[in-house]
């Protein structure tokens, strides 16, 4: 993916251009009307359904191995221009949120540090009070893991940054399995699967008590506090919250992962389910899995958005793009990772092996320690007879194979081509939106919202200015009635 303008390309969504890139006053030239409202639904004739819309939003990855560090226009993955110029390009590109990964700890293997990873973030809740002062309508989203942290504190950090950007923040939930994690907090080790998700339900339920628990003030006034008591299984907390209700009610919830536990925990309680899924047809199975969830909780289809995280390379001709991709993911997996990409299916320590060589001529060993407190991949057994199959076929390497089969390039093609499979899969109900992911920091984002986001315009499927204030107005989202 390059930047700039290619031939006859649109030149930007149709919208005023970004804010002046030296003033700290809030964010774009207006946009239109002020007043709070669901997002715009497209343009129709009268007596034509609306046409459902695309929401999108914007990815600063994480601890992880997106980044294409060898790009020449890569910059710094800590400064805050960098996070700034993602940002701004995002809400000139009328994003619904901005979305900031984080991770707990360095990601290690044989005692180095993984080579491709990011070290030294800032942490995501800071970077995102400085982003609200240099934007106006964008939401701000930050991954804030449920299993190492405390409902008072983070709910009282959530309502602040929700105050501060008058209406525009959001929690992505994680959990972590992840024993190196534990090892950086009180709690050393890790918790089993069911006690991840018990915990993160009731971390979220008892951060919207806290939220809800100021009494609203007459005609407009501030309210004030009073009591709340909480005793449950993971938490018993009581006292008085410190912070007025958040503007939005409750900031945007949002929760991370697609497994059975993930997919019922965000049906009971998420606004937006971040997941994963490469094909149209898995993308519509998992769409109506999670939206048929919806009903045994007193929820509507439109309660919850399901937005996957998406990659994307560009190019005047599709064989152009395909080439890019290519390259692309070559730097993204470099021997290092693919060593741990196959010890997590063999789960044997293979760091004496040639990532240049063949794969493994042993057998995975499913019930494995090595990779306890990691990811794991599923049927070990199938996915090594899989990649084996792959490896014969083309005659690859265990690097190569490791490529070839973790490829993360959700859209490839001309800037037309990927407009159309964004539309489709929000036109057939395969998602509502996308969370995009460039490979590129800070401008991965640039050549998308200048050549792909003016087709989409075009479409009537995305919108041509912001018609609300908060994140939930963008995301057609209603305020959550006050409880208790």
Do not use: C
């Not at 994680?174 to 090892?183: K, L, M, P, R």
């Not at 958040?246 to 925990?265: L, T, Y």
């Not at 919202?449 to 003016?454: G, L, Y």
């Amino acid at each position: 993916m390059t930047s700039g303008t290619h031939g006859s390309a649109p030149q930007g969504p149709r919208t005023p251009g970004p804010p002046a890139q030296g003033s700290r006053t809030p964010g774009p030239p207006a946009q239109g009307s002020r007043t709070p409202g669901p997002p715009a639904r497209g343009s129709r004739t009268a007596g034509s359904p609306a046409r459902k819309q695309i929401h999108l939003a914007a990815h600063f990855p994480g601890v992880n191995n997106t980044t294409v560090w060898a790009d020449p226009r890569s910059r710094s993955q800590i400064e805050f221009s960098s996070f700034e110029h993602l940002a701004r390009t995002a809400e000139r590109g009328l994003f619904d949120f901005f979305f900031l990964a984080e991770g707990l700890r360095l990601r290690e293997h044989k005692g180095r540090i993984h080579d491709l990873d990011v070290v030294g973030r800032p942490e995501s809740l800071t970077v995102l009070s400085a982003l609200a002062a240099v934007t106006d309508r964008l939401g701000l989203a930050a991954t804030v893991n449920a299993t190492f942290n405390e409902p008072y504190e983070l709910a009282r950090r959530l309502a602040s940054l929700d105050h501060l950007s008058g209406g525009r923040a959001a929690w992505n939930v994680v959990t972590s399995s992840d024993a190196f994690t534990g090892e950086n907090f009180r709690r050393g080790g890790f918790l089993d699967r069911a006690d991840r998700y018990t915990r993160a339900a009731e971390f979220v339920a008892t951060a919207r008590e806290l939220w809800d628990s100021w009494t609203p003030g007459a005609d407009g006034a501030p309210g004030g506090p009073r009591p709340f008591a909480h005793s449950g299984r993971h938490f018993a907390i009581s006292g008085e919250f410190g912070v007025d209700r958040p503007p939005q009610g409750h900031p945007v919830v949002i929760q991370a992962g697609d497994s059975p536990e993930g997919r019922e925990f965000a049906a009971s309680a998420a606004d937006v389910i971040f997941t994963r899924h490469g094909t149209l047809e898995a993308g519509r199975a998992f769409y109506a899995d999670v939206k048929g969830r919806l009903a045994r909780y007193g929820r509507g289809p439109e309660d919850l958005k399901i937005m996957p995280g998406v990659t994307f390379v560009l190019g005047d001709t599709a064989a152009e793009a395909q080439e890019r991709a290519t390259e692309i993911r070559r730097q993204q997996v470099s021997p290092q990772n693919a060593l741990l990409a196959a010890e997590q299916v063999w789960g044997v320590d293979l760091s004496a092996y040639d990532p240049d060589g063949p794969l493994p001529d042993i057998d995975p060993d499913p019930e494995s320690t090595l990779v306890q407190g990691r990811v794991r991949v599923g049927d070990v057994l199938a996915v090594a007879e899989k990649w084996r199959a792959l490896s014969r076929a083309k005659g690859l390497s265990l690097h190569q194979t490791v490529i070839e089969t973790t490829a993360r390039q959700s859209f490839i093609g001309t800037p037309a081509a990927v407009a159309e499979q964004l539309d489709e899969f929000v036109r057939t109900d395969a998602a509502d939106g996308f969370i995009l992911v460039p490979h590129l920091t800070p401008g991965g984002l640039d050549e998308f919202v200048e050549r792909v986001v003016p087709l989409l315009q075009e479409r009537g499927a995305f919108r041509t200015e912001y018609e609300g204030a908060t994140l939930r107005s963008h995301l057609g989202l209603s305020e959550p009635a006050r409880k208790g």
